[in-house]
């Protein structure tokens, strides 16, 4: 099965998640999105670049 799962806004800015979604990130929200992780990650190139600098 393919599942697709992203984070949205209601006024179309999703280029910089820092700006909009921490302040409204708790608990419940957490467990949504733990719910919704896999065994595998897809990513493209400029995702997993942003990605790979992050510490885990």
């Known amino acids: 099965m393919i599942a697709a799962s992203l ?3 209601l006024d179309d800015v999703v280029e910089e ?6 302040p409204y990130f708790h608990d ?3 467990a ?3 719910a919704q992780m896999a ?15 992050a510490d885990g």
């Open 39 to 53: 065994d595998a990650l897809l990513l493209g190139r400029k995702t997993y670049d942003s990605f790979a600098g």
């Open 28 to 30: 419940e929200m957490a």
């Open 7 to 9: 984070f949205i806004s």
């Open 17 to 22: 998640p820092a700006e909009w979604r921490f």
């Open 32 to 34: 949504a999105v733990t």
